[in-house]
């Protein structure tokens, strides 16, 4: 097989590997490893999370070994960790610059057009050059006055992550107007070749054929600048028949160049254009000055802005100046120039804005650059030494890197400090009074945030990430947010620990990055003290939990009530204690979680935590359910219904569909679902609604809806993995699984099929829940094998199958354990 070009792919093909070894369960590879390496043997859980898809990093010495133990040979498992070792260094979540407009560039095609000419047609034209040497403007050229799709993927920052081709198609089709977008590689470039078909895509500043190749589809044409070559490029993109053709875009001739500077000293910018005669008169020095700028249009550019705005600067001071700079050292002769000629306020505004982004908010810059810094700002924009577009400033990447370096080598780090406090403070009052703006200039948000973090401004860091969420979450910007609080959490004074917590816990169980999650809360922990790192443990818990690493999640939620407990925060220690309760009750430890239950539900209500007392009390009703004292759940429930002013709580409304279920009213159920999916749409609960969506399915089946039924069990079963939840996973595979021997029952021809196909989801959901611990989940699926072999006529594993379902609901104390 090819080798994995993602973590997904990784993943997913080790569950091929584990396929054709005959599906052995997440416990006897655990038990295999532990033999090949004398004894020790990995967690259950920790095997299943390399196949779980989803990953941002796996351990590379444990996919060697489950390798091995499916029965792969020394270099092949060493090939596969090396492969992991590989994709554990790339990150996603690196926010790309994508627009869907004309590229705007008058002028772009002069002294280009021999070169246009013989540009050939092709699905993808890859532009390759030197740094300056035009790709951007000829790539506008090709276009002209069209809409098209730009992506700005920067690979040639070092410095910078390189972007996960996912995330990247995410912000083109968000850029298309496409609203319901997958998360999936294949969906992706699906949609997009759909909704793309006829568009032109530039592609600005590509380094990897790899990842560009993941961006490419049949049906759109693309353009791409790149430094480098792509060598492979072709073999990336062979199996699509595409054309790709490949420009190299040289450094302009001589006349060329003349004619370029000529048109833009007398066209562009907003001085009277010079009379003709003066341009004949330095005819000659101005092709000494080309000569010096080696044909590169950005010397160009610099130089028709110098040219403009400084009277005194003849065209022969300027040519004598740069015949003596060092040829390789073009650009940045014309870089000083130009920056040594501004005011103090003009040359402090660049120095500002280069410590942010190449692309930000121009108000939140004139908020910070004080009183003078609008009219510098257009007085930079006259030299070209920036750029204003849309009410944003754009620094063009060579006099960003040149304005950045000299900025942080030639000014004091107080006065650096004192302006990045000034652009936070400008961003936190903008977010205030518009509610949608982080999620509309989350560049500068971001922008601001690093440049804060990078001056010591931790308590500016945090109050950004803290104010910017409730915006970005709402715009479902989960990677955003997340990179925000990361930064927050670098801190070494941190104000706001607990705040913190809470918004990497909340990005992370969206994202599904919860290992990345956990590395940043332990960050955050080993600077928290009391009060604030017992909140600490208790959200370390919560994302353990969602990982299904349940024991793990018990002991930090017994450090977060001991640690609460010292600190006298009873408000913490009640609400640790019913995430401690949680997690007993679905490791089926049903007496010591109903203990834990009415010790947090009394802290509660003892400190008036009525956000506890809510939540403690629509948990609780999961635990009564699951040991058959459903009075006492629906009770409970239509209590709390009773006395909330919260008009929606989808979660109670949902666990009270599930009692009627579990009576055998399937009428009443699918009244309260019905309930439940209305309120549902004001606060979207993963976890909730993927329940409401396998009970609608269970529902179905039983109604004789068998394709309906299927389909959104399938459905679920596909999210649930996507989202990293081991526990909905299970839940819906079982589920799956009893649907299929309900269909296999009634459709005698399709039978065989069917009854293959619970078994491979019954069996799938036995592994997880056996290597999570979810003991009930265990006892469902040898239920659903049971009833597998009862149709295949297999008497004996039939009834031993049963007998060892209901001896574990039997042990459990679970309302089952007499069926």
């Known amino acids: 097989m090819p080798a994995p070009r993602t973590l997904d792919e990784l993943c997913s093909g080790l569950g091929r590997m584990r396929a054709d070894a005959g599906s052995p369960s997440y416990a006897e590879i655990a038990r295999r490893i532990g033999r090949l390496r004398g004894g020790a043997e990995p967690a259950k859980v920790t095997v299943y999370d ?88 000829f790539a506008s050229a090709l276009v002209g006055r069209d809409s098209v799709l730009t992506v700005q993927l920067r690979e040639s920052e070092s410095d910078r992550p390189r972007a996960d081709p996912i995330d990247v198609l995410r912000r083109m089709l968000g850029a298309l107007g496409v609203r319901s977008l997958p998360y999936e590689l294949p969906r992706l470039r699906e949609t997009l070749q759909v909704t793309a078909r006829g568009t032109t895509v530039i592609v600005e500043d590509a380094g990897d054929a790899r990842r560009l190749a993941a961006l490419i589809v049949p049906g759109v044409r693309y353009v791409v600048t790149s430094r480098v070559d792509l060598a492979d490029l072709e073999q990336r993109v062979r199996p699509q028949t595409l054309t790709i053709a490949r420009v190299i875009v040289p450094p302009m001739t001589d006349t060329d160049a003349q004619r370029l500077l000529a048109h833009l000293i007398t066209v562009e910018g907003t001085a009277a254009p010079l009379p003709h005669s003066e341009i004949d008169v330095g005819a000659d020095a101005l092709r000494r000055i080309v000569a010096v700028g080696g044909g590169l249009p950005l010397d160009l550019v610099m130089l028709a802005g110098i040219v403009r705005e400084h009277e005194g600067w003849s065209f022969q001071d300027l040519a004598s100046r740069f015949e003596h700079e060092p040829r390789d050292a073009r650009i940045r002769p014309v870089l000083e120039a130009a920056t040594r000629s501004l005011s103090q306020s003009e040359a402090d505004l ?130 955003e947010s997340l990179r925000l609080h990361d930064l927050a959490a670098r801190g070494v004074g941190l104000d706001l620990v607990p705040e913190i917590a809470l918004g990497v816990a909340h990005c992370a169980e969206k994202l599904g990055r919860l290992d990345e999650a956990l590395i940043t809360l332990h960050r955050v922990r080993r600077i928290a003290t009391g009060a604030s790192l017992a909140r600490t443990w208790n959200q370390i818990g919560n994302v353990q939990r969602w990982m299904s690493h349940l024991e793990e999640a018990l002991r930090s939620y017994e450090l977060a009530i001991g640690h609460a407990r010292a600190a006298g925060a009873r408000i913490v220690e009640g609400r640790a204690t019913g995430n401690h309760a949680d997690t007993l009750r679905i490791l089926a430890r049903y007496p010591e979680a109903r203990d834990r239950y009415a010790v947090a539900l009394t802290m509660a209500g003892e400190e008036g935590d009525d956000l506890n007392v809510a939540v403690v009390r629509g948990n609780r009703p999961l635990l009564l359910l699951a040991i058959g004292q459903l009075d006492d759940a629906a009770a409970e429930l239509q209590g709390l219904l009773d006395e909330s002013s919260v008009d929606s709580l989808p979660f109670v409304r949902r666990t009270l569909a599930l009692v009627a279920e579990a009576t055998g009213d399937d009428v009443l159920a699918r009244e309260l679902c019905a309930t439940a999916r209305q309120t549902l749409r004001t606060a979207g609960e993963f976890a909730t609604s993927a329940d409401l969506d396998l009970l609608e399915a269970r529902l179905d089946g039983r109604a004789g809806d068998l394709v309906r039924a299927r389909t959104t069990a399938e459905r679920t079963l596909r999210e649930a993995e996507r989202a990293g939840s081991p526990l909905i996973a299970t839940e819906a595979a079982n589920s799956l699984a009893e649907i299929l021997v309900r269909a296999a029952t009634i459709d005698a021809t399709a039978a065989h099929q069917l009854v293959d196909d619970a078994e491979r989801h019954a069996e799938e959901a036995r592994s997880i829940a056996e290597a999570t611990g979810d003991r009930a989940e265990v006892a469902r699926s040898d239920a659903v094998l049971s009833s597998i072999a009862a149709l295949r006529g297999d008497d004996g594993s039939a009834e031993a199958l049963a007998a060892a379902s209901a001896q574990l609901y039997a042990e459990i104390g679970h309302r089952l354990r007499s069926g």
């Open 50 to 137: 390399c196949f779980r898809p989803g990953r941002r990093r796996v351990d590379d010495r444990l996919v060697g070994d489950i390798v091995r133990a499916l029965g792969g040979e020394e270099t092949e498992s060493e090939r596969w960790s090396e492969t992991a070792r590989v994709l554990n260094g790339e990150r996603s979540g690196v926010h790309i610059e994508v627009t869907h407009a004309p590229r705007n560039a008058p002028g772009a095609e002069i002294g280009r057009e021999a070169l246009l000419a013989s540009v050939p047609a092709a699905d993808v034209l890859v532009l390759t050059g030197l740094p300056g040497a035009g790709k951007s403007t």
């Open 350 to 479: 660049l120095a500002d804005a280069a410590l942010l982004d190449r692309d930000i908010d121009a108000e939140v810059l004139l908020a910070a650059g004080g009183p003078s810094a609008e009219a510098d700002l257009h007085r930079l924009h006259g030299r070209h030494l920036v750029e204003l577009r849309d009410g944003h400033l754009l620094i063009h990447a060579t006099v960003f890197a040149f304005a950045a370096e000299r900025s942080r080598s030639l000014r004091p780090s107080s006065e650096r400090r004192a302006f990045v406090l000034r652009a936070a403070a400008a961003v936190v009052a903008r977010i205030r009074s518009d509610p949608d703006y982080a999620a509309r200039e989350v560049v500068t948000v971001l922008a601001v945030a690093a440049a804060a973090r990078e001056h010591a401004a931790d308590s500016a860091v945090e109050q950004l990430a803290i104010e910017a969420h409730p915006g970005l979450s709402r715009w479902s910007m989960w990677n």
